[in-house]
Nanobody, 122 residues
Framework: QVQLVESGGGLVQTGGSLRLSCTAS????????MAWFRQAPGKEREFVTA????????YYTDSVKGRFTISRDNAKNTVYMQMNSLKPEDTAVYYC???????????????WGQGTQVTVSS
């Protein structure tokens, strides 16, 4: 079992930056691939980025490439997402997720956090 808790959301102006964190409970964190998803009002939840258990492999949806960076610190059981050059269309609830590998975590994660709100004002 893995429990995930996100933090770092908030209100930021267009062009600003935020760093989201997701801390996991349990000693098996280092064995899981991790991902971030987001859900904007009135839209379905969508994949944003993922990282392999080792951190060697990362994946991004096209709309955030070059602006968002995922990373992890297995010693701290934490995954991060640095978000730069934020746009109003990045406004959403952001969810952390864990899965057995980077294929699974991008499609059907086994574990979800409760979400953190990110609002980008124009």
């Amino acid at each position: 079992q893995v429990q995930l808790v996100e933090s770092g959301g908030g209100l930021v102006q267009t062009g600003g930056s935020l760093r989201l964190s997701c801390t996991a409970s349990g000693r098996t964190f280092r064995t899981y691939a991790m991902a971030w998803f987001r859900q904007a009002p009135g839209k379905e939840r969508e994949f944003v980025t993922a990282i392999s258990w080792s951190g060697a492999n990362t994946y991004y949806t096209d709309s955030v490439k070059g602006r968002f960076t995922i990373s992890r610190d297995n010693a701290k059981n934490t995954v991060y997402m640095q978000m730069n050059s934020l746009k109003p269309e990045d406004t959403a609830v952001y969810y952390c997720a864990a899965g057995d590998n980077t294929i699974v975590v991008r499609k059907t994660p086994g574990y979800w956090g409760q979400g953190t709100q990110v609002t980008v004002s124009s």
